[in-house]
């Protein structure tokens, strides 16, 4: 080993530019870097957040709240999400809200149909509804309004605009004033700090005072406009029904404008939004949303499908948030990452890109299509294809005329345009690397070794296939200066292949069985050449680096071990000779200076991540049907982790019901307990990724430590002691970034009579008593009869006492099982209806897992009765160590069946439990194995009685019984009961 290192160290003390003249050399690049043309910018990530509520799909508009929480205007009120749940408010008439506006001091104002008003939080979290409707009644004289269009919140009052009427409601004082115009109004905006607002047929106005004041002697337009945004140069750009672009001075002036490709005519607008960076953005009805400089030089389309896009927001998170019927999309720009995908006319699978000719090209199953992009603010799209060349797996330049394209089964040359094929057999080409030994030659890895084109005659010519019968699909090369080349494969390891000069094909040796490289069950195996002359080769069992001549060692390569998934194959890119980006099929990390992050890639990819390359400072990805571009220093907005937030905190207090705590209280909480529950609810919002977030949390006094990372967002604590705890909670999003709640901390008090100042003073009352009493019976007879009574009524209650006490623990041996010491069938039928009902009255579901020991009766016979209880009892003690929490109940069901109890656990958290036991018993029991049935619903739905879940588990088990036992089945749950708004 020593001589190794020395030999590495050796290596790496070589000057950097021959290192560097190495490494092109062994990993087949040319020495000098070509040309590339420029990347188009594709279109950026965005998400769809969907309500998960039985409402209409019809929403109107969207704002972010100061805590976080989207609110979205529907057409039976308000949606509000916090990242895990949606919440419905419905205004008073039970009918849609077409506007929000955010105010400053948290409330969210409102405008409806024939009602507007605002949602505000109070401590605990409850959200309540003011209407401001009848402030106007005397305005109104019972006439109806119709829709509120516009919410304008200013420092002058909060606005509400419909069609004839205009209200001001001024939240310091509540004053109000109402204008109508038969006119009808148009558009209202906030232009250098005063209130414009179109009145139809009339023109502009501000507002001057009490009342509004024409902007200039001219109307302008007099037909209706539908938005006002302000312009860089300080004009303002308005837009409306007559298919114009205005753009208005100070004084109302209006010039009809021409605005920049791709904008289009303003009437399929619906919803404008002038943007912090000064960028004006439109959202259209066709799923169309408009990027619009300030400075109105230049325009960008993207597309978020083909619905209608109502409403338009700017998120406190990054990017914009935008409503349309199916919910709420999220899109994050600008980004450092963009995509190129089937909305620019990406068709088939993908499988590499190219850049030849001046321009990229993208290959895959439709063949070779070129990328166009007129200008850095153009829409990307794909051109015809030139050669119908379908199945295509690489391009590889030879000259600005001449490039070879690796078919499916077949390799072809290009030239002059014209395709033809340089073997009439089957070849299987995949990869395509210029030789650095032999100039004239191309190395070409194909599914059945190496092969080369030699470039050197009138005509280029495949070389002959070594072994036609050995299927070793190659996915990486490295030669070397010897003319040998190393290559790593997808299921056959490490191969060293040298030239044969008789035969012209390359004749190929595995080496990692020999060299003590593991690959795994699969045997994948890629690899890079390193500055200093060795391999790095990753492997689903590590990172080794070496040599074939000084052997491998195991590496960790500065922390990418401990990130690697199981058995995940990292694919490693250089960067200057040292490795910048690993990647795999679904994922891409990158070294910092902090060490390894994973980016976001993994969750905007379409399909598997086939191919990776460098690009500058970035990066292209190659997915089944997208392309990915990384351009770093793009990215906008804030790019921590999602804050959790706390929600919810309520408490079963003693002799008051339940109560809700405030969520940011002053000092410390105090409650009263009587065995009650104590409820959490946290969230946490990951816009880039619905449903990512994972949390994990402890209860400080009460655990020592975290949970696991699961999906749950609430923690229930039964019969919490007197004491001081304090709620610690951790969220997870989808690009592993982890942010931590502010801890809460709450203090429980035992009751009256249980404090110990009380029993205390009891104490000394009962012997003051008593030393009365022994006084007393000094005097008399009379007062020693009194002392026996006192004392017999005494020991009665404390004889009454020891009788409960005995009653207590013979309830608990009751309770239990014989055998194993956990619950018994008398506890389960007890805790199984009081788990039903409390999570019928809380909305949340409720899990079963019943157990069997598979082959029981044979053991038991085998082995005899002794051991076959021993096993139920060692069973017993698995399950029981394996529960999540102190709510979930494991009991004996009978015989050598066992029933697990899980309120408030979903399907996919109790598949995961049960998978965890069967796997743990597999592995402590030896070659005894359990078969799991598994059920959960929220109770109150389709099923109405606890023993149907128990049924519905019995019939998974059997179901696991007949496909072979050792695994775990589950039921298919019936549809979960409409949740209330």
């Known amino acids: 080993m020593a001589s190794e290192q020395g030999q590495r160290g050796f290596a790496r003390a070589i000057p950097r530019p021959i290192r560097q003249a190495l490494c092109a050399l062994l990993v087949g690049l040319p020495i000098a870097a070509l040309a590339l043309p420029p990347l188009p910018l594709g279109s950026p990530p965005f998400a769809l957040h969907r309500p998960d509520l039985p409402v209409y799909p019809s929403h109107y508009a969207v704002a972010e ?177 007559d298919e114009q672009w205005w753009a208005f001075n100070r004084e109302g002036e209006a010039e009809a404008i021409v605005l920049p490709e791709p904008m289009p005519a303003p009437s399929s607008l619906e919803s404008s939004l002038a943007r912090s960076d000064g960028t004006l953005w439109f959202a259209s009805a066709n799923g169309g949303v408009f990027e619009l400089q300030g400075d109105l030089s230049a325009a960008r389309r993207f597309q978020l499908g083909h619905e209608f896009l109502s409403g338009i927001a700017e998120s406190g998170s990054g990017g914009l948030l935008i409503s349309s019927d199916s919910g709420v999309y999220h899109l994050r720009w600008p980004s450092a990452w963009t995509l190129i995908g089937e909305e620019h006319g990406v068709e088939g699978s993908l499988a590499a890109v190219a850049a030849w000719k001046d321009r990229w090209w993208l290959l895959g199953s439709a063949g070779a299509r070129p990328l166009n992009d007129s200008g850095p603010h153009r829409a990307v799209t794909l051109g015809g294809t030139r050669w119908a060349e379908f199945g295509l797996q690489a391009l590889h330049p030879l000259d600005a005329g001449r490039a070879l394209l690796a078919r499916a089964r077949k390799l072809v040359l290009i030239d002059q345009d014209q395709a033809q094929p340089l073997s009439p057999g089957f070849s299987y080409p995949r990869l395509l690397v210029r030789s650095q030994v032999a100039p004239g030659r191309v190395l070409v890895g194909t599914e059945f070794g190496l092969r080369h084109v030699d470039l050197g005659g009138e005509r280029p010519s495949l070389s002959a296939a070594a072994r036609p019968d050995l299927a070793v699909r190659l996915n990486s090369l490295v030669e070397r200066p010897d003319g040998s080349v190393l290559a790593g494969s997808e299921r056959h390891g490490l191969w060293r292949y040298a030239l044969d000069p008789a035969s012209g094909s390359w004749q190929g040796e595995r080496l990692d069985v020999r060299l003590q490289v593991a690959c795994g069950p699969v045997a994948s195996l890629s690899l890079v050449g390193m500055d200093d002359g060795e391999l790095l080769l990753s492997t689903a069992r590590g990172f080794w680096q070496g040599t074939p001549e000084s052997g491998f060692e195991q590496v960790e390569l500065d922390g990418l071990e401990a990130l690697r998934g199981r058995e995940e194959v990292l694919r490693i890119l250089l960067q200057e000779g040292e490795p910048r980006f690993a990647w795999s099929h679904y994922r891409v990390l990158e070294r910092g200076e902090s060490g390894w992050q994973e980016h976001p890639a993994g969750r905007l990819r379409r399909g598997a991540i086939l191919d990776a390359r460098l690009h500058g400072d970035g990066l292209l990805l190659v997915s089944d049907h997208a392309l990915l571009i990384h351009r770093p220093g793009r990215e906008a907005g804030a790019q921590g982790a999602p804050p959790v937030r706390l929600r919810e905190v309520w408490v079963e207090e003693a002799g008051r019901g339940i109560r809700h705590l405030p969520l940011a209280p002053e000092g410390v909480p105090e409650v009263v307990m009587a065995g009650g529950a104590t409820y959490f609810r946290f969230a946490a919002i990951d816009l880039d990724q619905p449903g990512a977030m994972r949390y994990r949390g402890r209860l400080v006094g009460q655990e020592s430590g975290f949970s696991d990372w699961e999906p749950s967002n609430a923690y229930t604590y039964f019969g919490l002691a007197p004491g001081r705890y304090t709620l610690e909670v951790e969220a997870r999003d989808s690009a592993g970034r982890i942010s931590r709640m502010r801890p809460y901390t709450l203090q429980v008090h035992p009751r009256w009579f249980e404090r110990s100042d009380v029993r205390l003073a009891a104490a000394l009352l009962f012997l003051a008593g008593l030393a009365l009493t022994l006084r007393a019976a000094a005097r008399g007879r009379t007062r020693r009869i009194s002392r026996q009574n006192a004392l017999l009524e005494q020991q009665v209650v404390s004889r009454t006492e020891e009788l409960a006490e005995a009653n207590r623990r013979l309830r608990t041996m009751a309770d239990l099982d014989g055998l194993t010491g956990i619950a018994n069938r008398r506890r389960l039928d007890e805790y199984l209806p009081i788990a039903w009902e409390r999570c019928v009255q809380r909305g949340r579901s409720l899990a079963l897992l019943l157990v069997d020991i598979d082959h029981f009766k044979h053991y038991n016979d085998t082995q005899g009765h002794l051991a076959g209880d021993e096993l139920i009892r060692r069973m017993a003690d698995l399950l029981r160590t394996g529960m999540r929490r102190s709510e979930d109940l494991v009991a004996r069901y009978g015989g050598e069946e066992f029933l697990v109890v899980m309120p408030g656990a979903t399907m996919e958290v109790a598949l995961e439990l049960a998978e965890s036991l069967r796997a743990g018993v597999e592995a402590e029991l030896g070659g005894t194995t359990i078969s799991i049935g598994v059920a959960s619903t929220r109770p109150g739905g389709a099923l109405t009685e606890h023993a149907d879940l128990v049924a519905l588990a019995d019939a998974a088990l059997y179901r696991a019984k007949e496909a072979g036992r050792n695994r775990v089945e589950a039921a298919p749950g019936p549809a979960p009961p409409p949740r209330k708004g």
């Open 65 to 241: 709240g100061p805590s976080g929480r989207i609110w979205i205007g529907n057409a039976e009120g308000v949606l509000e999400f916090d990242g895990e749940g949606w919440r419905l408010w419905r205004l008073p008439n039970h009918e849609l809200v077409r506007s929000l506006a955010v105010a400053e001091d948290g409330r969210i104002y409102v405008g409806g149909y024939n009602a507007f008003g605002y949602l505000e939080t109070d401590a605990a979290g409850t959200v309540s509804y003011r209407d401001l409707t009848a402030e106007f009644a005397g305005a109104l004289a019972g006439r109806e309004f119709a829709d509120i269009w516009d919410l304008q919140v200013t420092p002058e009052c909060v606005y509400f605009k419909a069609l004839v009427d205009l209200f001001c409601w001024r939240p310091e004082d509540g004053a109000t004033r109402h204008w109508k115009h038969t006119g009808r109004f148009g558009a209202m905006a906030r232009v250098g700090g005063e209130t414009w607002l179109q009145f139809r047929g009339e023109g502009l106005r501000r507002r001057q005072g009490e009342d509004w004041q024409a902007l200039g002697p001219a109307p302008g337009p007099r037909e209706l406009l539908f938005g006002l945004l302000p312009l860089a140069d300080g004009r303002v750009l308005g837009f409306g029904v």
